[in-house]
């Protein structure tokens, strides 16, 4: 299809997105705030409503009392039944060599992330040492790395451009967040102690081309299954050094991790396996995905209409998973505003939408992150607010 095509193909099917009275156009269905700013993962919602009591999980009072998991693990508080299952459904997606990896339980990603840090940095070192990440890197990548203001490890920002001489960490997250892009390491072998960031490497999101297989991998239940608010997230490392410092980070910090937290985790990631073996939308990765590739395409209808935005283009590849050749729908939408604008953040929020700022991921003001795993009226109706915009002006965005 031309883009003369697809914009003609938005403009009709799309237009109905924003409400006509009497021949006149109105204001999009809700005047509220949309905000795309966080990636709260609530397009999933309908598919869990669907599974009604499957992963409903009763947890008397006599229960987890104790610090201790009572598992065979290194990790002496990861639950055996939440170990069991994460190395069963990463079996069945193919997207990571478990098997023989330490498994280290976090409260989410976050935590591990600190975890990590923590355990590749030398407390002997003369100085800080340097954390960095290709820019356009996760925002809060700085944040975390900041946030205790310590002495063992420092923000050096993009990797592409650093030049220090010494031992580095370099945080390498595939897909990326923002942009979905696809991601290795940039600084110079044997310089860089690599922690791969794989919290949206999973069918829905993208192409599993490979089992990934580095040092360090982190995974997250938030953007596996949608369920954040349980803080699950489990780290799978080679060296079983590098494992103990993280677990005594999370050990010294939290004493462990919730032990009802990780049994909900470990019924949903089971649910989840299971439904692997159908092949209509009770599969959850199909399910999703489905839901990621009917979203992303709705999106380029109306960017395609004119020039105004633009968002990434991404190949095809074939999917262990699937044994099908198909697209990457990335967890948000890295857009970049084309006209002259001096902050597409500040604009889009006039506009009554939050995205997150390009500056916040070491980028240019001109790019906005928003998120695409909200409920789906709340996307609806920014596809409203954006046609809106350009339709308002022919698409003349400048101020």
Not at 5 to 20: I, M, P
Request: negative net charge; proline residues 5%; hydrophobic residues 35%.
């Amino acid at each position: 299809m031309s883009g003369r095509e697809e914009a003609q193909v938005s403009k009709s099917s799309l237009s109905s997105a924003v409400r006509k009275e009497n021949g006149i156009r109105t204001s999009p269905s809700s005047d509220a705030l949309i905000n795309l700013d966080h990636g709260d993962p609530t397009m999933f919602e309908p598919y869990w409503r669907m599974m009604g009591d499957q992963c409903t999980l009763v947890i008397s009072a006599s229960q987890s009392l104790s610090y201790f998991a009572g598992t065979k693990s290194l990790c002496w508080f990861l639950q055996p039944e939440l170990e069991e299952e994460i190395r069963r459904l990463h079996r069945v997606a193919g997207n990571a060599a478990a098997e023989d990896a330490h498994m280290v339980v976090g409260t989410g990603s976050t935590q591990l992330i600190q975890a990590a840090l923590y355990a590749l940095s030398s407390p002997d070192a003369p100085e800080p040492t340097s954390v960095v990440s290709a820019a356009p890197y996760y925002s809060c990548y700085p944040e975390i790395t900041g946030f205790l203001r310590s002495g063992l490890y420092e923000w050096a920002g993009d990797s592409q451009s650093f030049e220090k001489d010494g031992a580095c960490i370099e945080f390498v997250t595939s897909p990326n967040n923002p942009d979905g892009a696809i991601r290795d390491g940039i600084v110079k072998a044997g310089q860089a102690k690599l922690v791969h960031d794989l919290a949206y490497y999973w069918p829905h999101y993208t192409p599993i081309t490979a089992p990934a297989d580095h040092d360090i991998m982190l995974f997250t239940v938030s953007k596996c299954s949608g369920h954040a608010g349980s803080r699950i997230g489990w780290a799978l490392v080679k060296d079983i050094d590098v494992a103990r410092k993280m677990m005594k980070f999370i050990q010294i910090s939290t004493i462990g991790v919730s032990k009802e937290s990780q049994l909900r985790a470990a019924k949903i990631l089971a649910a989840i396996t299971d439904s692997c073996k159908y092949s209509d939308s009770n599969n959850f990765f199909k399910y999703s995905h489905n839901l990621m590739e009917k979203k992303w395409k709705k999106l380029r209808q109306v960017v395609g209409r004119d020039g105004s935005f633009s968002v990434p283009e991404y190949p095809q590849g074939r999917c262990l998973f699937t044994g099908e050749l198909t697209e990457t729908y990335p967890a948000y939408a890295w857009m970049k505003c084309n006209k002259n604008v001096e902050d597409f953040e500040t604009f889009l929020r006039e506009q009554k939408i939050i995205g997150r700022g390009g500056s916040r991921f070491g980028s240019d003001p001109m790019y906005v992150r928003l998120s695409m795993m909200g409920r789906e009226e709340d996307f609806d109706i920014f596809l409203e607010r954006l046609l809106a915009i350009q339709e308002a002006g022919n698409g003349d965005l400048h101020r």
